[in-house]
Nanobody
Framework: VQLAESGGGLVQAGGSLRLSCEAS??????????MGWYRRAPGKQRELVAYAGRVGTANVADSVKGRFTIARDNAKNTVVLQMNSLKSEDTGIYYC???????????WGQGTQVAVSS
């Protein structure tokens, strides 16, 4: 299973970025997995930012609620994290993850860097 993230970059505070994760692998279907996004900010522990369950549920961390949304497209084996009203504290490496359980933590992407300048 491979998870490939894209869409990271440098943006000013208040701006937006759209992260995309494309999953691939023999017989892998995002429809069968919980898909999500984690981030690791400099000097901080990894944080689960948002995840989308197999039955269409979506959850986001309190720190990004109202600003980030997650959406999955099972037909394309992708999951997208739309990030609006970005803040400097959103800076970090964002990782796509997938898993068969309630929380995505089995398969991981390489990460994409997000930098928000204030």
């Amino acid at each position: 299973v491979q998870l490939a993230e894209s869409g990271g970059g440098l943006v000013q505070a208040g701006g937006s970025l759209r992260l995309s994760c494309e999953a691939s692998g023999s017989f892998f279907s995002t429809a069968l997995y919980t898909m999500g996004w984690y981030r690791r900010a400099p000097g901080k522990q990894r944080e689960l930012v948002a995840y989308a369950g197999r039955v269409g549920t979506a959850n986001v961390a309190d720190s990004v609620k109202g600003r980030f949304t997650i959406a999955r497209d099972n037909a394309k084996n992708t999951v997208v994290l739309q990030m609006n009203s970005l803040k400097s504290e959103d800076t970090g490496i964002y990782y796509c993850a997938a898993g068969p359980g309630d929380v995505p933590e089995t398969y991981w992407g390489q990460g994409t860097q997000v930098a928000v300048s204030s």
